[in-house]
C-alpha cells in the first residue's frame, strides 16, 4: 500500500508557482575559472588557442562546467592544457562583467560573467620542461613580463590578470573587480600600474667578496631597511607601467664613494636619509649598457638603515615622482624579478640588518605606500 504524502512535502500550485519564480528572478550568470602561474622570475604564463580567430592569447583555465565548482574546473584545465597538476590553494580575484561584456566572441549573448582567479604557484624549471600542450586547442604558450602580457590579452583578461597578479605580489588578499575596476580600496601596486622587472641575467649572482680592482664600480643600490624589518622600494613610472627598483643609482664623477652615492640617489628618489650603509657584495654588469655602455662593470649591492622619510618630492635627474613603497624583502625580491639569486640576497640583507641593527624579520604584511607627507619612525 503506498501511504499518502505527508503535509510537510506536499506542494501547491500556488506554492510551486511561487517557487518557479522566485527561482526565474534569481541572477544566472556564466562562470570561468584561471590561474596565475608564473616562472621563477615573475613572467606570467599565457596559452594561445588555435580555435580563436583572433591573436589574443588566455591565462590557462576554462569554462567551469554545469555541476562544477571553479577550483575543480581550474586544476582540470591546467591538467588538461599543460599537462601539470597544481595545487590553488588561493583565489587572488573575483571578477564581476555584466552581460554582454566585451570579452565574448561577437554575436554571442551573454548573461554576465563571474571569473575566479586562482594561484598556480610558481614553476620550477623542471616543470616548466614537463609542459605539454594538447595541439588541437593550443598552439603555443610563453611566459611573459606583465607588461608584455597585458598586449596580448584581450582588455578585460589584461585587468584580470594585473589584479590578481598584484594580489599574490603585495598580500593583499582576494581582487574584487566589477567590469574591471576594483570595488574595494585599490591597492598601491594597481594605483601606481607597479610590473614586475624582470632582470634574470646581469642580476645574479652576487660576489661576497671585494670587487676586482680592474671593474670599476658604476652603480650602487641597497636595501633600505625600516625599524620594522620591510624594505623600501620606489617605482619610476612610465607610460607602459612603473618599474620597481632599490634605491640607488649610477656614480657620477662628483661622488667620492659610491656610498656617497647611495645617500645622494636615496635622497632624491624617494626622499630618504640613510645611515651605516654596508656592502653585501656585487653583480658584474658585463656590457655597462645601463651606465651608458662603460663595458664591463660592478654593480655594487648594500644594505642600509632608514633614520627618515622626507615629502614625496619630483626626482631631479627625471623631473618624475617615484612611489615609495615598503616591503617584506621577499616580496621585493619577487617584483624585482632577480628569481632564486634575488631570493637569497633578499635572505642576506634581511640577516645582515638583524645582526648589525637588531632589526627584527619582516612580518608578513600587505605592500603599502609611504604616505607622501613622509613617515616618522622610531
Known sequence: MTSPAS????????????AARYAASRHAAWLGAAAIVTDEVGRVLLVRPAYREDDAWLLPGGVVEAGEHPHVTCRREITEELGLDLPLPTVLAVHSLSPHHPGPQPGTP???????????GTLTPDQVEAIRLPQE??????????????RRLRPVDGQMMLAAYRARLGNTGTAHLADGRHI????????????VRCRPSWDSPLHRGPVPGRLPVRQAWAWCFVPDGRV???????????????????????????????HREAAEEAQLALADPVRLGWVLDETGEVPGGV?????????????????????????????RLLATPAQAAALLGWGPPGARQARLAAETACERWGLPPARA???????AEGMRLS
Open 7 to 18: 503535509p510537510s512535502r506536499r506542494v501547491t500550485p500556488r506554492a510551486a508557482l511561487a
Open 110 to 120: 551573454c548573461p554576465g560573467e563571474v571569473r575566479f582567479v586562482f594561484d598556480g
Open 137 to 150: 586547442e593550443l598552439s603555443a604558450y610563453a611566459f611573459l613580463e606583465s607588461r608584455d602580457a597585458v
Open 184 to 195: 574595494l580600496d585599490v591597492p598601491a601596486l594597481d594605483r601606481h600600474d607597479v610590473h
Open 232 to 262: 623600501v622600494l620606489v617605482a619610476d613610472p612610465r607610460p607602459r607601467g612603473a618599474l620597481p627598483m632599490l634605491p640607488g643609482g649610477t656614480v657620477e664623477s662628483t661622488d667620492a664613494t659610491p656610498e656617497d652615492t647611495l
Open 295 to 323: 663595458g664591463p662593470n660592478a654593480r655594487l649591492r648594500l644594505a642600509a638603515r632608514v633614520t627618515g622619510t622626507g615629502p614625496a618630492a619630483v626626482d631631479p635627474a627625471t623631473g618624475r615622482a617615484f612611489a
Open 365 to 371: 604584511a600587505a605592500i603599502e605606500e609611504i604616505p
